[in-house]
């Protein structure tokens, strides 16, 4: 009986060795699950059958074969919410919904540099990619705060007025807040030849396509662009691809930047960022708040400024201009508002300078740097708050003085205002090819009152 049992032990033995072997040989795959396409509601599809996590890529498979790439964005009571990435005029009930393997992720590095790419990393210029590029995620977790190096370095962007009054420092994040048609484009073109950065990533989201064009041919110079890379999704395109837009040009920054090298991030516009996901939003069911801006909108902004800023070790950076639209000149937007709140300063554009024939026309009084005051001198900051002192003087008294009701000599600070006004506004206007370094930015606001206290 005992040798019987030895038997039959060691016959259950070798079984699960030879069990165990089998299974660690054999490659057991999960098996794909297919669902079903059952309506288009707005801009969202909706499939019974599938169970993915948000963000899972999936494809449809049209009556004539073509597939049609879809992102899973919600789910509700066995209903899976997908938004295309492209058109959606082929689809129809009954279609296949296949989710994907997850994605490795979209090329980035230096082969990337003087290409113009869409938000799926495919070139848009026509040139092609090696197969073998670095990859990386589109949503990368922010850096710990407390383990991000502090901003310590002023960055020379080359436009006076910037340089002087608003300096910006190496890893900040500014808001550059504008109605249209008030130079924006044209003040990014300045910022993108003469800042001082090893490489520079542009976002155009949401633009027309006539204006990404135009952007690449006539605002960047050649020069330029052999040091910049293009992420660009046009206003045509689907709200979910604008989204990886963004995401896209920020990943890419954050690559260069984890190789010590210091990008410049322009993103135009952050507006644009936030309707895309408005669209996304609106068409899963979540309601409006906010003139038409669900809840989840101004979680997502922040989400992806907070990428942007100083590496862990310092030994990189990326300095990143936002653009958001003011409507109207509506300041109080809610996008502009939540900006406001969340960058490290921002640089408002007046319509108002804008028609006077002012460039850049930046309102001094509306715009501000949070970083200025720990990255430059004593003296530079009282020769800027001397700055604005004067020129808000004037502009408190400008109905007064143009009406010419204004006495001279009856206010001895507005009589300064008054004879230094011309020269403060030259001081703020620079011609697009006209370049100040910040050392000469500093120096000429020195001057500027210097010589005016020793007339």
């Known amino acids: ?28 795959q999960p098996p794909i699950v297919r669902g079903v396409l059952t309506r288009i509601s707005g801009l969202a599809l909706e499939a019974k059958g599938i169970h993915c996590k948000i963000g899972t890529r999936c494809q449809i498979i049209s009556d004539s074969d073509q597939l049609i790439e879809a992102e899973v964005v919600g789910f509700s009571s066995g209903v899976t919410f997908l938004m295309a990435m492209g058109k959606t005029h082929e689809c129809a009930p009954g279609m296949e919904v296949i989710p994907k393997e997850e994605l490795i992720g979209l090329p980035v590095g230096d082969e990337l540099i003087g290409h113009v790419l869409d938000g799926n990393g495919s070139p848009l210029d026509g040139k092609t990619l090696a197969d073998d590029m670095p990859r990386s995620r589109l949503n990368h977790h922010p850096i710990n705060p407390l383990l991000r190096s502090m901003i310590n370095e002023p960055l020379d962007v080359g436009v006076r007025s910037i340089n002087s009054l608003l300096t910006i420092g190496r890893g900040q994040r500014i808001g550059l807040i504008a109605p249209s048609g008030v130079g924006k484009s044209v003040l990014l073109s300045m910022m993108t030849r003469y800042t001082n ?3 520079t990533v542009i976002g155009l989201i949401g633009e027309r396509g006539r204006e990404v064009s135009e952007f690449l041919n006539n605002t960047l110079t050649e020069q330029s662009r052999k040091n910049s890379i293009v992420v660009a999704a046009p206003a045509d395109y689907s709200p979910l691809h604008r989204v990886h837009a963004a995401q896209y040009a920020t990943s890419i920054a954050e690559y260069f930047r984890a190789q010590g090298k210091h990008v410049l991030l322009l993103m135009d516009s952050l507006t644009r960022y936030a309707q895309a996901h408005r669209e996304i939003s609106l068409s899963v069911g979540e309601p409006p708040v906010s003139k038409g801006y669900p809840p989840s909108v101004f979680a997502k902004i922040p989400e992806l400024v907070e990428r942007a800023g100083m590496n862990e070790d310092g030994t990189g950076s990326i300095t990143a201009f936002y653009t958001v639209l003011a409507e109207n000149g509506d300041l109080d937007d809610p996008v502009v508002d939540s900006a406001r709140s969340v960058l490290d300063g921002h640089i408002t554009l007046s319509r108002e300078l804008a028609e006077y024939g002012h460039y850049p026309a930046i309102d001094i009084e509306k715009s501000i740097s949070r970083i200025m005051n720990n990255i430059v001198t004593k003296e530079h900051i009282q020769f800027a708050q001397l700055f604005r002192s004067v020129y808000s003087k004037y502009q408190e008294n400008k109905d007064v003085i143009q009406l010419g009701i204004y006495k001279q000599g009856s206010d001895e600070e507005l009589d300064v205002a008054i004879t230094l006004h011309k020269k403060l506004m030259d001081f703020l206007s620079q011609d697009v090819d006209e370049k100040s370094q910040l050392n000469e930015s500093i120096d000429a606001i020195k001057n500027l009152f210097n010589l005016t206290l020793a007339e």
């Open 1 to 28: 009986m005992i040798q019987d049992n030895s038997y039959q032990q060691a016959r259950h033995d070798a079984y699960l060795q030879w069990f165990d072997h089998c299974l660690k040989n054999v490659d057991l």
């Open 197 to 199: 950065a090893d490489i």
